[in-house]
């Protein structure tokens, strides 16, 4: 993907977030590519749970709306949407701060369903969670 083409689509996607749930979990799309979109996210006191680590819900929020946003992209939005139908999200380590990144990449994309696996890592690259995300593909009326 080309450069200018690349940043402009990130901008795109982070200004859709705007006034959403990611804008409130600070979620930023950060790279994109023919196969992957990534976003990350500050582990911070707004996502912990009650005992100072990042929060699963936080973190199945992130990969929903990374492996989401890759959805789309791969549908004419202007004829076609997508939905979630099922997200499964293993947690596999604890974080109480620094900043995670979500990466999706397909699975499965079929006419009208697709399967996503997100793979959230934190700063070293360490497996923080794993995800799979169901989509459907849905004709707009």
């Known amino acids: 993907m080309d450069p200018a083409a690349r940043e402009s689509l990130l901008e795109r996607l982070n200004d859709s977030s705007r006034g959403t749930l990611?804008?409130?979990l600070?979620?930023?799309?950060?790279?994109?590519?023919?196969?992957?979109l990534e976003a990350?996210?500050?582990?911070?006191?707004?996502v912990h749970q009650p005992m100072g680590l990042l929060h699963g819900g936080a973190t199945?929020?992130?990969?929903e709306s990374v492996g989401s946003a890759a959805s789309a992209l791969r549908v004419d939005i202007q004829t076609q949407s997508v939905v979630g139908t099922a997200l499964a999200?293993?947690?596999?380590?604890?974080?109480?701060?620094?900043?995670?990144?979500a990466r999706a990449e397909p699975v499965?994309?079929?006419?009208?369903?697709?399967?996503?696996s997100i793979r959230?890592?934190?700063?070293?690259?360490?497996?923080?969670?794993?995800?799979r995300l169901n989509m459907?593909?849905?004709?707009?009326?």
């Open 108 to 116: 499965h994309l079929g006419r009208t369903t697709q399967l996503w």
């Open 120 to 131: 959230v890592v934190d700063e070293s690259g360490r497996l923080v969670a794993d995800a």
């Open 60 to 63: 199945a929020a992130l990969a």
């Open 26 to 36: 600070e979620i930023r799309y950060s790279d994109v590519g023919d196969e992957y």
């Open 22 to 24: 990611m804008e409130a």
């Open 136 to 141: 459907m593909v849905l004709d707009k009326r």
């Open 89 to 101: 999200v293993n947690h596999l380590r604890g974080m109480r701060e620094g900043m995670v990144t």
């Open 40 to 46: 990350t996210m500050p582990v911070n006191a707004r």
